[in-house]
């Protein structure tokens, strides 16, 4: 949503980033800032949040709100916010969502003040609950298949989906983990956040292991090439 704002020439994305950050300081606005690899499920979390509070879930972009004349883009963005203002009534969660926080400026970060969470891949664990979950859901039978580590929860769910038109072992074949086809920027991410962010998986700041994450290699049969 605000990626490019610093390189635009014509002042209407900077425009934009002065009013919200106004509005959100000047409405005391509660910010939790989600970062991720894609598919983690960070959307996923703003919709579960308004199920469990039982409220209205609100989606806003400055993207969306651009026009093509003069004015019409911050006049637009103004009438989001009063929109907000009169569903929230003085009672808003902001909680934003991005798969990188480069563009993100300091004073932007700093307006999600109750926390900052990071969405990593799924361990063992939790790859075997979402596995049990989707195969319920589409009501398959059977062991779940096994997930490699950097499978992310968007393609458990094609591959379950994969799974009801073929075998789960061609369905594997049919689906590349995003751990594998972004490996450099998905390593970078995360070593960038290490020992900063929160971790949405369990307590304390997200650390990134990658000794953890390597195979072991088994001793076999010792081959004397003499």
């Known amino acids: 949503m605000v990626g490019g ?14 009013q919200f950050l106004y509005w959100t300081e000047a409405r005391r606005v509660r910010g939790v800032l989600l970062v991720g690899v894609p598919g983690a499920g960070k959307s996923a ?10 409220c209205p879930l609100l989606r806003g972009s400055m993207s969306s709100v651009k026009g093509s004349l003069v004015g019409q883009s911050e006049g637009q963005f103004k009438a989001l916010l009063r929109c907000v203002d009169a569903v929230g009534q003085g009672r808003v ?19 999600f003040k109750l926390a900052t969470f990071f969405y990593d891949y799924p361990d063992e664990s939790e790859r075997a609950a979402l596995w049990s979950l989707y195969m319920k859901r589409y009501e398959l039978s059977g062991k779940p298949p096994r997930s490699p580590t950097g499978l992310a929860g968007n393609r458990i769910v094609l591959r379950a989906r994969l799974v009801i038109q073929c075998q789960p072992g061609e369905a594997a074949k049919t689906v590349v983990p995003i751990s594998v086809a972004n490996a450099d920027k998905m390593t970078v991410l995360r070593q ?34 003499n």
């Open 5 to 18: 704002a610093a390189g635009d020439t014509s002042g209407v994305s900077q425009g934009l980033m002065e």
């Open 45 to 54: 979390t703003c919709r579960t949040t308004a199920g469990e509070a039982q």
């Open 93 to 111: 969660l902001m909680i934003a969502t991005c798969n990188s926080f480069d563009s993100l400026t300091p004073e932007l970060m700093a307006r």
């Open 192 to 225: 960038k956040v290490s020992g900063r962010f929160l971790s949405a998986a369990r307590p304390g700041v997200f650390i990134y292991n990658a000794e953890a994450e390597r195979p072991v290699l088994k001793s076999g049969r010792k081959v004397d090439l």
